[in-house]
């Protein structure tokens, strides 16, 4: 055993291993032709060859990874050989903490992370608060009148309230809630954007002036001092580094705020549309969480958040995860060239019968009785794993909680109809309009349900 100074003695990463099984080109050439979409393949693919396997849609193979310990091995255990090199949404969010590489998101990850934690979460709560008060509001007035909404809008409106209260410290006003809606139609339209990202630019180049408008005005107000009614926002943290730090210019305060925009509350809205389309076609998993405590518990706020778990499970945010392999490596046993791009899928992992007893059920238990669940931290990765998971999964579970604690016990969606397919963009998302009617509950789920007070701050149970 080699014993010099500076000698690691642990073993190169990579350097034998099986071959990863390849799809036959036949298959990926049926399915082409038969126009499906891109997540129909990765299913063949993992069906057929299991949670590390290969297929080409060009001259270099792609290495799908689906199976737990690979997910953990390539985003949690060694982010160093497997690198994100670009953002699809990089034309919108530009050099912001999502799409940011190497040590320019190390330091701006740095900045954020302490806003996300348990303590640094308190400064929100107000903020949260109001957010879904104003919805309970115009939702009361809804039921009041009979007046139709579409829940997804209201979902995205709600989320969009919240985030804007973090950001800039004021609620959303209409004016800016309607220049903002030019996210949502920039998310929905990259997709379909040219590959040529000159031409992609050019095609949403309207949206884009939208949100610079937006962006601009309120980083200039908060420039001005002008804080919200609840002090300060995340944009005023991000005007403070730029007064020390030279690399927070003008133009990447603009990216990041559109970042934390962008990701505060794109999943949050879409996570919460598809939550309500699956308690419409499964009525007692509302029922039950509402009947695990009275309003405000710590029992009703975990159930609650176990409906919101097992949504993302089935639709997670980030339902998938391109990397790019920086170095040789050994996957599970797989040997991995330098180079290769691999994707790895939450969203099939989640849909794994050999982990997730049929998968394709809503069963919001799965999350709140003992080994309902898998417990390899590569089973359920909703917002992704280790140092690049997403900043803001406490704040999403947090505001969708709260929310749906106003919500659930007052109005039943009844929908006039229902999205015949989900979209598969940067999120999955219903693919249409969500209309609906409220109606009143039949019974209250809980006795203090039918006392408690319509107007006023949520409370709850949990930290």
């Known amino acids: 055993m080699a014993t010099e100074a500076g000698f690691d003695p642990r073993p190169p990463a990579a350097r034998t291993g099986r071959p990863v099984p390849e799809a036959d080109p036949a298959l990926v050439e049926r399915w082409r032709s038969g126009g499906g979409e891109l997540i129909d393949l990765l299913a063949l693919v993992r069906e057929r060859l299991g949670g590390v396997a290969a297929f080409r849609l060009g001259p270099a193979p792609t290495v799908l990874v689906t199976d737990p310990r690979a997910v953990q091995h390539v985003l949690a255990l060694h982010p160093d050989r497997y690198v994100k090199r670009s953002h699809r949404a990089r034309l919108l969010i530009g050099d912001g903490v999502l799409a940011a590489t190497g ?10 992370q302490s806003q996300f934690t348990g303590t640094g979460m308190r400064r929100y709560e107000r903020r949260i608060a109001a957010a879904a008060q104003v919805t309970a509001e115009r939702w009361a007035a809804y039921a009041r009148s009979g007046q139709r909404l579409d829940v997804g809008l209201e979902m ?16 959303l006003d209409d004016g800016t809630e309607h220049e903002l809606n030019a996210v949502a139609s920039v998310v929905a339209a990259m997709p379909t954007l040219p590959a040529d990202t000159a031409d992609a630019r050019e095609a949403v180049a309207a949206d884009l002036a939208r949100i610079d408008a937006a962006a601009h005005r309120a980083i200039e107000a908060a420039r001005g001092g002008a804080a919200g009614p609840d002090g300060p926002g995340l944009l005023h943290l991000l005007l403070g580094a730029g007064a020390e730090r030279p ?25 919460l549309t598809w939550l309500y389309l699956l308690l419409d076609r499964h009525p007692e998993a509302r029922e039950e969480a509402l009947a695990a ?39 599970t046993g797989h040997a991995v060239e330098a180079g290769s791009d691999v994707v790895v899928c939450p969203y099939l992992t989640h849909r794994d019968p050999g982990l997730w007893p049929d998968p394709e059920r809503f069963d919001p238990r799965r999350f709140t009785t003992p080994d309902g669940r898998p417990t390899h931290p590569g089973a359920y990765l909703p917002f992704g794993i280790g140092p690049r998971a997403c900043l803001g999964l406490r704040f999403a579970l947090r505001e969708s909680t709260v929310l749906l604690e106003r919500l659930l016990p007052a109005h039943v969606p009844a929908f006039h109809s229902v999205p015949a397919k989900a979209a598969y963009g940067i999120t999955v998302r219903p693919d249409g309009p969500t209309p609906a009617s409220l109606r009143q509950p039949r019974t209250p789920a809980h006795p203090r349900d039918a006392r408690r007070p319509a107007r006023g701050r949520p409370r709850s149970g949990l930290a």
């Open 103 to 112: 040590e320019a998101w190390k330091s701006q990850r740095r900045l954020l």
């Open 156 to 171: 995205r409106r709600f989320a969009l309230d919240t985030i804007w209260r973090s950001l800039t410290g004021h609620p």
């Open 247 to 271: 690399e927070y210019t003008d133009r990447l305060i603009r990216d990041e705020l559109i970042t934390l925009l962008v990701a505060g509350h794109e999943t949050t809205a879409t996570t």
């Open 293 to 331: 405590g009275a309003p405000g518990s710590a029992e009703r706020g975990r159930a609650i958040q176990a409906l919101v778990h097992e949504t993302l499970r089935l639709y997670p945010s980030a339902w998938i995860l391109p990397r790019y392999a920086a170095e040789a490596d050994v996957l």
